[in-house]
């Protein structure tokens, strides 16, 4: 909560964003500043922000993913996928459309067992599972885990172009 939330922060060019985090007196007010700065960045910087993208990358799409989704897990490959993710599962994830274009991080959408949002990170060329959230940033199923855990552990890693 405390990295995303210090990124949101700065995207929204919040003035000294960690002033605004150290203010919160529990975990509880960090998560609901967390979410204020989610829901503010959706509204009012989707559009900045996609037309941004375009304009610096050329086009609205991702680079192709280290490894390939299937029916339940779900690549997301355009900023409009990713803003719409962000805003079903309420959560901050359409500030991550830089991470992902430098390759730093690839999300899916998953969709069953449990409804979720998956960042993957690559380290030393292996894919490993950085975040594994449920909407409103809530803990997933042991059950869940466990089948990302297995999917990703079948997978061969696609080198991209």
Not at 121 to 128: F, I, L, R, S, V
Request: proline share 4%; aromatic share 8%; charged share 25%.
């Amino acid at each position: 909560i405390w990295s995303d939330c210090h990124h949101l922060g700065e995207q929204l060019r919040i003035s000294n964003p960690l002033s605004h985090m150290r203010s919160c007196k529990s975990l509880e007010s960090l998560r609901r500043l967390h979410d204020k700065w989610a829901r503010t960045f959706s509204i009012y910087a989707r559009t900045r922000v996609i037309q941004n993208h375009i304009d610096v990358y050329g086009c609205d799409r991702f680079p192709d993913p280290i490894i390939n989704g299937n029916q339940n897990i779900i690549h997301i490959s355009t900023i409009e996928e990713l803003f719409d993710e962000a805003r079903v599962m309420h959560n901050c994830v359409s500030s991550y459309a830089g991470k992902i274009m430098q390759r730093k991080s690839y999300i899916y959408k998953v969709l069953s067992p449990q409804r979720a949002t998956l960042e993957i990170a690559e380290e030393d060329g292996k894919p490993y599972i950085k975040q594994l959230k449920l909407a409103c940033n809530g803990k997933p199923s042991e059950e869940l885990e466990n089948f990302i855990k297995s999917w990703l552990n079948h997978q061969s890693v696609v080198k991209p172009d």
